[in-house]
């Protein structure tokens, strides 16, 4: 069965600070991706990144970086200079073989002015 | 392009009714996914439609839910005889093709079951 865990529920800063979401997931199949989605407060769930499992490189789009470490079974998520627009939900998430998504319970990141 | 649409945004129906909540998926989407968002269970996997090949509805959470792809396009969720706990916010989500792409997702329907 798949899993996904996101350990931190939330996390506060304070604007401009980095921040790291960590994800750990758990899967006996070899082929699968793994996601990011954001969760602003209006509620729509907005994609953010999937990645391959056979693709371990890390990825950079601007402030936003992920690490892919399939060693530790972790796909972890940095903003660097954090703004108050990035505060929101956000959620892991795997998608193997039988096509549907399995959640981490979401971390709430809250920046601060 | 036009995003993933859902309606209703909120629909508030009496315990016991039924309901049907509908999705358009992205064009030429052949993959469309429900998903169900509540406070005590996170994000839940639903069901799921690809192209004309039978559902996936190994999610659903009881029989009192069903769910529909018309066309292989709009797809309709029916809850029937509403209870309480279903109360939630129903997502779609829609991709190129199964295991292929992104899942985009809807607005999502908020259900209040009173």
């Known amino acids: 069965a798949q899993k996904v865990t996101q350990a931190q529920t939330e996390i506060s800063v304070v604007e401009k600070e980095d921040v790291t979401l960590d994800c750990v997931y758990e899967?006996?199949?070899?082929?699968?991706?793994l996601f990011w989605y954001k969760q602003p407060p209006s509620g729509e769930l907005v994609f953010l990144i999937r990645r391959n499992s056979f693709d371990e490189q890390n990825e950079i789009s601007g402030r936003y970086s992920w690490n892919f470490q399939k060693s530790t079974s972790s796909f972890n998520f940095t903003i660097t200079a954090s703004q108050v627009v990035d505060s929101a939900v956000y959620f892991c998430?795997?998608?193997?073989?039988?096509?549907?998504?399995?959640f981490g319970e979401g971390t709430q990141l809250t920046v601060n002015p | 392009g036009a995003g993933v649409s859902q309606s209703p945004s909120n629909k508030v129906t009496e315990k016991g009714k039924d309901v049907e909540l509908r999705c358009d998926p992205i064009?030429?989407?052949?993959?469309l996914y429900w998903y169900r968002q509540s406070l005590g269970q996170g994000l839940e996997f639903l069901i799921y439609?690809?192209?004309?090949?039978?559902?996936?509805k190994s999610g659903l959470p009881s029989d009192r839910f069903s769910a529909e792809r018309t066309g292989g396009s709009v797809s309709t969720l029916t809850i029937q005889r509403t209870q309480q706990e279903d109360s939630a916010v129903y997502l779609c989500?829609?991709?190129?093709?199964?295991?292929?792409?992104?899942?985009?997702f809807g607005p999502g329907t908020r259900l209040t079951v009173t």
């Open positions: 989500a829609s991709s190129l093709a199964s295991f292929e792409g992104e899942q985009y």
């Open positions: 439609f690809q192209g004309n090949s039978a559902p996936d």
């Open positions: 064009s030429g989407h052949t993959a």
């Open positions: 998430a795997q998608e193997t073989s039988g096509s549907r998504l399995t």
């Open positions: 899967t006996r199949d070899t082929t699968y991706y």
